[in-house]
């Protein structure tokens, strides 16, 4: 029954790691999306809030994506484009509030822990591997 758990917990935060890498990629795909007419947004950050989670079944607190939000904190950047048609009266194009070494930073954490939690199902493999070998 540990397996299953240790197996369950691991599994649970790969899923969660998961998401958060493709929410990193979509932010990093679009951080050069500006709003096509004057006044329009453009493209704005997303962020993945985590919650815990029990499994009753496992008997055991787990990691889930509780949602994924628009980064509200982070205000849009200015660039001076007067001839860009989403461009204010002033010239001036608003950016998306995507930098990428803060992206670059959460993407290689993300990353991290995904593969701590790859060696966690890793170890319990070979770990029950060699019990049925020492079992024959």
Known sequence: MEFNKTMGIAAAGLAAQNTRIRVIAENMANADSVANEPGGEPYRRKVVVFDNSFDRELQATMVEVDRVLEDRNTSFGRRFDPNHPGA?????????????????????????????????????????????????
Do not use: K
């Open 88 to 136: 204010d009266d002033q010239g001036y194009v608003l950016t998306p509030n995507v930098t990428g070494l803060v992206e670059m930073m959460d993407l290689r954490q993300a990353q991290r822990s995904y593969e701590a939690n790859l060696r966690v199902i890793e170890s319990a493999r070979s770990m029950v591997s060699r019990t049925i070998e020492l079992l024959r």
